[in-house]
Antibody, heavy 116, light 107 residues
Framework: QVQLVQSGAEVKKPGASVKVSCKASGYTFTSYDINWVRQATGQGLEWMGWMNPNSGNTGYAQKFQGRVTMTRNTSISTAYMELSSLRSEDTAVYYC?????????WGQGTLVTVSS | DIQMTQSPSSLSASVGDRVTITCQASQDISNYLNWYQQKPGKAPKLLIYDASNLETGVPSRFSGSGSGTDFTFTISSLQPEDIATYYCQQYDNLPRTFGPGTKVDIK
């Protein structure tokens, strides 16, 4: 069965960077885009960007341009999302999700807490 | 960016009731719309894609309709396990955008 397993919770100081991983199994990793969506506590879903694991092509929401980098390691079927210059407003659960248009499988979420 | 709105923001209904949620896009998105269900502490789950297609394994009491700018999501007979927040999401343009969500609970 398709699974996306994310790395564990992180606590970071303002100004630091965080890198979240998303390990795929149960399908051909390079055949589906990976998207990143975040959700602050009690808030809605916010799309951050996408990556094509085959080509490495990416597209980011303007809000995160310059601060987010999405990469992958195809040898271990893992996607990564790195967010830099963290601020308190970046405290949220970060999800990876499979799909180009419709996100049919999601990771379990990674809580990133930004606090001094 | 395409703005998505949903109404109502929350609703309370009885088991067996028909529940309807509307989603409106700020511009024509054809039928490029998904509906997701999110239960507390869990990741979202895809229910409907292309505005009206039921994802495999999703109960038939869930349905979607609409095109252009106006869309509807319906639960034909509300069940206790349907307590969740429901989000619409457009994929006509980048960035993908979600509606603010509709929280459904049992009266």
């Amino acid at each position: 069965q398709v699974q996306l397993v994310q790395s564990g919770a992180e606590v970071k100081k303002p100004g630091a960077s965080v890198k979240v991983s998303c390990k795929a199994s149960g399908y051909t990793f390079t055949s589906y885009d990976i998207n990143w969506v975040r959700q602050a506590t009690g808030q809605g879903l916010e799309w951050m960007g996408w990556m094509n694991p085959n080509s490495g092509n990416t597209g980011y929401a303007q809000k995160f341009q310059g601060r987010v980098t999405m990469t992958r390691n195809t040898s271990i079927s893992t996607a990564y999302m790195e967010l830099s210059s963290l601020r308190s407003e970046d405290t949220a659960v970060y999800y990876c999700a499979r799909g180009g248009y419709s996100y049919d499988n999601w990771g379990q979420g990674t809580l990133v807490t930004v606090s001094s | 960016d395409i703005q998505m709105t949903q109404s109502p923001s929350s609703l309370s209904a009885s088991v067996g009731d028909r529940v309807t949620i509307t989603c409106q896009a700020s511009q024509d998105i054809s039928n490029y719309l998904n509906w997701y269900q999110q239960k507390p502490g869990k990741a979202p789950k895809l229910l409907i894609y292309d505005a009206s297609n039921l994802e495999t394994g999703v109960p038939s009491r869930f349905s979607g309709s609409g095109s252009g700018t106006d869309f509807t999501f319906t639960i034909s007979s509300l069940q206790p396990e349907d307590i969740a927040t429901y989000y619409c999401q457009q994929y006509d343009n980048l960035p993908r955008t979600f509606g603010p969500g509709t929280k459904v609970d049992i009266k």
